[in-house]
């Protein structure tokens, strides 16, 4: 089992809806990832925490808003997505920002847009 | 642009055949390399890393990778392999002090009984 959870597992969604995605650890980490991974294809890197400020943003659209409330927690908030979003969003963590540590990937969240 | 590249997208083996497999990756500056797997329906997993020191580094389930530097290259090899190997294998890539990771696209193994 991983040590980074996320929720939901699935979701479904239109595209004028608004959700948000959860990653929650407890392993201390301060830094925090967000990933998109089409099918058979490679995760790619969206935003990185470090010590709950956003300290990277890979030219991802505002329809995704990044939020990190604390040091444990992790959300993604979705609102009027395309059906291209349609994709696995991976959570990571790991445990000092600068890179240098491996990082923890959580299941995912399989999102569909209608 | 820093590109990280898996040459063998699909590989089929038999149990106990040997395996190799590639990867190569363009950035110029000092790097700290992965190899996460990634089972059916599974998270990725760290499989081994190297940072610095001994380019010959051994991970879990039996699994070793060598970084040769003038060849920007971290191979991930198995002298044995078995039917509960089959997965998605992903070299990925960290440029020194920075948060990013760069995966490779990824390489599927299939291991037949």
């Known amino acids: 089992d991983t040590e980074v959870t996320q929720t939901p597992k699935h979701l479904v969604m239109g595209m004028t809806n608004k959700k948000s995605l959860k990653c929650e650890q407890h392993?201390?980490?301060?830094?925090m990832y967000w990933y998109k991974q089409k099918a058979k294809k490679p995760p790619e890197l969206m935003f990185v925490y470090s010590y709950e400020k956003l300290s990277i943003n890979e030219s991802v659209p505002s329809r995704f808003s990044p939020e990190c409330p604390n040091s444990s927690l992790l959300n993604l908030h979705l609102h009027a997505l395309q059906p291209e979003d349609s994709a696995l969003y991976l959570c990571?963590?790991?445990?000092?920002?600068?890179?240098?540590?491996?990082?923890?990937f959580g299941d995912g969240t399989r999102l569909s847009i209608l | 642009a820093q590109s990280v590249s898996q040459h063998n997208h699909h590989v089929i083996l038999s149990e106990a055949a040997s395996l190799e497999l590639g990867c190569n990756y363009s950035?110029?500056?000092?790097?700290?390399l992965f190899w996460y797997v990634q089972y059916p329906g599974q998270h990725l997993q760290l499989l081994l890393k190297y940072f610095s020191g001994d380019p010959l580094v051994k991970g879990i389930k039996g699994f070793e990778a060598e970084f040769i530097k003038s060849k920007f290259s971290f191979n991930l090899r198995k002298p044995s392999v078995q039917w509960s190997d089959t997965a998605e294998y992903f070299c990925?890539?960290?440029?020194?002090?920075?948060?990013?990771?760069?995966f490779g696209t990824g390489t599927r193994l299939q291991v037949f009984p």
């Open positions: 950035y110029g500056g000092t790097v700290n």
């Open positions: 990925a890539v960290n440029p020194y002090n920075t948060d990013k990771l760069i």
């Open positions: 990571a963590s790991s445990p000092a920002a600068g890179g240098n540590q491996p990082q923890h």
């Open positions: 392993m201390g980490h301060r830094a």
